[in-house]
């Protein structure tokens, strides 16, 4: 499985952008994909990840203000982002968990302005 994302960007405090990544190699439906962020010098974080039956989970930090979504027929999913702020400045992952294995993309640069 191979994630490619795009969208990521410079944006103003209080903008939108929107993020997308599109996996392929796989026939089926990829059972979770997700998105991560990662600032400099600290950990890889979960935002939000969606299950193959749409069920969402959420890090507090972006409840409210982030929407994920995704389209299963293919394997794509999305990362609306409103309202963002400094602190969600970071280098954004897409993620697959598929048949007991994770898949990475390569990251997308999302600075957010204040």
């Known amino acids: 499985v191979q994630l490619v994302e795009s969208g990521g960007g410079l944006v103003q405090a209080v903008g939108s952008l929107r993020l997308s990544c599109a996996a392929s190699g796989s026939a089926f439906s990829i059972n979770v994909m997700g998105w991560y962020h990662q600032a400099p010098g600290k950990q890889r974080e979960l935002v939000a990840s969606i299950t193959s039956a749409d069920t969402t989970n959420y890090a507090e930090s972006v409840k409210g203000r982030f929407t994920i979504s995704r389209d299963n027929a293919e394997n794509t999913v999305f990362l609306q982002m409103n309202s963002l702020k400094p602190e969600d400045t970071a280098v954004y992952y897409c993620?697959?968990?598929?048949?007991?294995?994770?898949?990475w993309g390569q990251g997308t640069q999302v600075t957010v302005s204040s």
């Open positions: 993620n697959a968990q598929h048949i007991g294995v994770i898949y």
